[in-house]
Antibody, heavy 115, light 109 residues
Framework: EVQLVESGGGLVQPGGSLRLSCAAS????????MYWVRQPPGKGLVWVSR????????TYADSVRGRFTISRDSARNTLFLQMRNLRAEDTAVYYC????????WGQGTLVTVSS | QAVVTQEPSLTVSPGGTVTLTCGSS?????????PYWLQQKPGQAPRTLIY???NKHSWTPARFSGSLLGGKAVLTLSGAQPEDEAEYYC?????????FGGGTKLTVL
């Protein structure tokens, strides 16, 4: 069974940092693109970032470029999202996804940016 | 950044057919946008139904189909079921990044 389990969410003050993790199992993590997608409370989905299997290609949405860093550890089958200089508008449930065609999704972790 | 447009809401009768559309502020949606369709039910994670215009995952019910029509990506639901009531999102590829539409809330009533 494929599982993607996000962790690391929580409450953080504006300007603070947070590191999200996504532990993958049940599929070939090292062979696939991985992605982060977020969803502000009560709103729609927003694409955040992607990373190629061999880390040779990384892309960010304009809204997070320069503040967020995506990375992966294939030895640990884990995807990361380092978030810095967080803003109130970054408040959202963060989903990781993976597979050849966004096949697999985690259940999400909530990040709340508030003072 | 490009804007992807969807109908905010649609209603379909049980057993009926409905089409959801996905447009791009940059012009016609083409195969180069690799359109996807996702379904999300309240309190659940999204799941991908259609990728690259019309390809289905193993879990995608046969009543869903995707296409390009009139410069837009289209999701057609033929024979709607009560369990199809959900939010549907399309997202398009733009030079490495992807952009989601605002979603269509589909009511089966």
């Amino acid at each position: 069974e494929v599982q993607l389990v996000e962790s690391g969410g929580g409450l953080v003050q504006p300007g603070g940092s947070l590191r999200l993790s996504c532990a993958a199992s049940g599929f070939s993590f090292s062979g696939h693109w991985m992605y982060w997608v977020r969803q502000p409370p009560g709103k729609g989905l927003v694409w955040v970032s992607r990373i190629k299997a061999d880390e040779s290609s990384i892309t960010y949405a304009d809204s997070v470029r320069g503040r967020f860093t995506i990375s992966r550890d294939s030895a640990r089958n884990t995807l990361f999202l380092q978030m810095r200089n967080l803003r109130a508008e970054d408040t959202a449930v963060y989903y990781c996804a993976g597979g050849s065609h966004y096949d697999y999704w985690g259940q999400g972790t909530l990040v709340t940016v508030s003072s | 950044q490009a804007v992807v447009t969807q109908e905010p809401s649609l209603t379909v009768s049980p057993g009926g057919t409905v089409t959801l559309t996905c447009g791009s502020s940059t012009g016609a949606v083409t195969s180069g946008h690799y359109p996807y369709w996702l379904q999300q039910k309240p309190g659940q994670a999204p799941r991908t139904l259609i990728y690259d215009i019309s390809n289905k995952h193993s879990w995608t019910p046969a009543r869903f189909s995707g296409s390009l029509l009139g410069g837009k990506a289209v999701l057609t639901l033929s024979g709607a079921q009560p369990e199809d009531e959900a939010e549907y999102y399309c997202f398009l590829y733009y030079s490495g990044a992807r952009v989601f539409g605002g979603g269509t809330k589909l009511t089966v009533l």
